[in-house]
């Protein structure tokens, strides 16, 4: 192919004694006519491309009936009312409704799509106020992480004149007076910089209805580490706000508190606490009952355990360990009806357990089969326990369990979109460059054979102690009845088998993640599955980093890779917005012993002049300010610089899109390009 030119500048950095090129420099600069010339001519080869693409119409037909089902999230319960999302198909974004109760018809709160006429404007997040009269929501442009928050009265569906603005990284947490809430929240950043911007100072305030954000008060930040966040939660009873404070992207924290006293008038600027001031290892708060808060963490348990503080003696010597490390590490945790709620994972398949306050089991909560649990919520004042659950093949259902009676009722469930029973899923396991057992769970038509031409794309992440479950994706069917195959693979990094499994894949050790994911596309191999002409590789954000380091270091093994909003400058990466936060887990550049290890994988720095890479569709989105798309600009122009034969290496560039945000009809459309373009270069054709 021929590729739009891109110049290459004279930058030379340089690293202690080590010089290193960055002859791309310029696209970071996001904002600057030449790079958006740059992203038009690269949008038009690309498109060029992806519109000869025999199956592109049919995939995004065939994803479009897929996705067209009605589909409910987890409700949220306030003063007896049920606030939940729910899309009836092909909405651009899922409205917020309340119930009045359990079995009353539901009303609608909030409708996203009426923000913006593209759907560029997105619902971030929301939180109804104790009392339920009220809601506070925060909106995004263009999905961005950034947001302003707008108060809505639930009866009247008219909104206050409040805006609360710079808003990222943020819980919403009420008072119990429904007076007003805690949040978090930056300072603007520097005109024409939004995106980009360097993230610091996050601090905590409290809003008052009905006043201006100049009036908030400021509750708690940290001077002397900029780059911390700092989070903060109400207690279900309301008399106590909770405050982690985290140095970078992993779970470990300090947890302070502050006593509200009355929750009925409570005194928010009250004095804070510490309960644990040092950061080494992960300290959730679940719930409390009077002035015993019960913990989620991993101190001396890289499985993690609930443990209970009293908040009248919160020195380590008190603690109680209510529920020890068990075989299987807990994903999640929350309090119900008097009962600790468990969620954890055997062989990344998940199971839910119930023990009481002092830790004793009282039995299992069943699960309608073998999948993944997607969310657990459960209030300290009711039996009912809320939970998502998931397959490769069965769509995302919520259900309510009653701890009272052991029911298990499903709530507003959807219709399968599909036949499950022409498919299967299998759990299967492959062995790591050093021994280490990799498991991965492969979904395809009945009856696959083993004569290596299956085409197959393996999904991973391999990252930030956040675990792949073996769940639903909408448009993963469109390419089973195709005749392809889907893989999830659980590679180190995650937290599949807990903190220890994290560890084994990050700072130093992050290589480790690249070999399990070599791993398995071997073993396929070996088994005959599969070849490499008929194999494909997907992975977003921290798994677009894991796609672009695995082309690169085994380019025979690969004939596609789809890298998605990929960290691809690792020498870079914490110049921009929140990237220092990541530093925990990647390492920084700056750090000499860290330098030499990040240089070795970093997808940037890796690319090798005369080599036939795989067939490459880099995706990025305009208003990305989490990666930033710079790292996807300057990797594929590097690519296409290097690439040594006709396979193509292109970039797709969402406008009004960010990092995770896309709406349906544009999130359709980007899958079946993806889709598409795997199943030109892995030799599928179209069915008769």
């Not at 609360?164 to 024409?192: L, M, N």
């Not at 195709?482 to 937290?495: C, D, E, H, T, Y």
Request: with cysteine; net charge negative.
């Amino acid at each position: 192919m021929r590729y739009p030119e891109t110049r290459q500048g004279e930058v030379v950095d340089q690293y202690g004694s080590i010089s290193v090129a960055d002859p791309y420099r310029w696209l970071e600069d996001l904002d600057s006519p030449e790079v958006a010339a740059w992203v038009g001519a690269q949008n038009a080869a690309t498109f060029a491309h992806l519109e000869r693409l025999p199956l592109r119409e049919h995939l995004k037909n065939r994803l479009t009936e897929l996705w067209d089902y009605a589909r409910t999230s987890l409700p949220v319960v306030e003063n007896g009312r049920l606030f939940y999302a729910r899309n009836t198909g092909l909405q651009r974004q899922s409205p917020i409704y309340v119930r009045t109760g359990l079995f009353d018809p539901p009303s609608m709160v909030i409708d996203p799509n009426l923000l913006s006429p593209d759907g560029s404007v997105s619902l971030a997040q929301y939180a109804p106020s104790p009392d339920a009269r009220l809601i506070v929501y925060g909106i995004a442009e263009g999905g961005a992480d950034w947001e302003t928050l707008r108060i809505r009265n639930v009866a009247s569906g008219a909104d206050l004149v409040d805006t609360v603005a710079w808003v990222r990284f943020s819980e919403i947490a009420w008072t119990h007076d429904s007076r007003g809430f805690f949040y978090s929240r930056y300072p603007e950043p520097p005109a024409g910089k939004v995106l980009e911007a360097a993230l610091a100072h996050q601090a905590i305030y409290y809003h008052v209805v009905g006043t201006p954000q100049s009036d908030d008060i400021l509750i708690y930040q940290r001077q002397d580490h900029p780059s911390w966040i700092v989070n903060a939660t109400v207690s279900e009873d309301g008399r106590y706000v909770f405050i982690r404070t985290y140095r970078g992207a992993d779970n470990n924290n300090q947890l302070h508190f502050i006593n509200l006293g009355n929750p009925a008038s409570p005194k928010v600027t009250a004095e804070i606490k510490p309960i644990v001031e040092s950061i080494d290892a992960e300290y959730t708060p679940i719930g409390n009952y009077h002035t015993r808060v019960y913990l989620r963490s991993d101190k001396d348990a890289a499985k993690r355990r609930i443990i209970a503080i009293d908040l009248e003696n919160p020195h380590p010597s008190a603690w109680k360990v209510v529920v020890p490390e068990q075989a299987h590490a807990i994903e999640d945790a929350a309090l119900a009806g008097g009962r600790i709620v468990i969620h954890s994972l055997a062989d990344v398949q998940s199971r839910i357990d119930v023990f009481n306050l002092d830790g004793a089991r009282e039995g299992e909560i069943p699960l309608p089969g073998v999948g993944a649990v997607t969310d657990l919520y459960g209030r300290a004042d009711s039996y009912d326990v809320w939970f998502s659950f998931s397959s490769p093949l069965s769509p995302v259902t919520v259900y309510r369990y009653d701890l009272a009676s052991r029911s298990r009722v499903p709530f507003e469930a959807p219709q399968p979109p599909i036949d499950p029973s022409l498919f299967e899923t299998r759990a299967m396991v492959a062995t790591s460059k050093d021994g280490t057992r990799v498991p991965f769970f492969m979904t395809s038509r009945k009856g696959l054979k083993q004569d290596g031409r299956n085409p197959i794309v393996l999904y991973g992440y391999g990252g930030f102690s956040i675990s792949v479950l073996p769940f639903y994706r909408s448009d993963v069917p469109a390419w089973l009845e195709l005749g392809g195959v889907f893989v999830s693979v659980n590679i180190r990094g995650g937290a599949e088998y807990g903190e220890a499994w994290h560890k084994a894949g990050y700072l130093e050790k992050k290589q480790n993640v690249f070999d399990d994911f070599i791993a398995v596309a071997e073993h396929l191999v070996k088994q005959k599955f599969t070849s490499p002409d008929r194999l494909g590789i997907m992975g977003g954000s921290n798994g677009g980093l894991l796609v672009g380091a695995v082309m690169e270091q085994r380019p025979d093994l690969f004939a596609v890779a789809l890298p998605a909003v990929g960290v691809m400058d690792m020498l870079r990466y914490d110049q921009f917005t929140g990237g220092k936060l990541w530093a925990t887990e990647y390492g920084s550049s700056s750090d000499p012993k860290q330098f030499a290890f990040l240089i070795k994988y970093s997808p940037l720095h890796n690319v090798r002049a005369g080599t036939c890479y795989p067939a490459t569709l880099v995706t990025t989105a305009d208003h990305d300010d989490r990666v930033v798309p710079s790292h996807s600009f300057k990797f594929i122009a590097a690519l296409q610089a290097a690439q040594a034969c006709e396979r193509p290496v292109l970039i797709r560039v969402e406008t009004q899109g960010s990092h995770a945000y896309r709406p349906t009809d544009r999130l359709i459309a980007e899958r079946a390009d993806q889709w598409a373009f795997a199943a030109q270069h892995l030799g599928v054709r179209p069915l008769p």
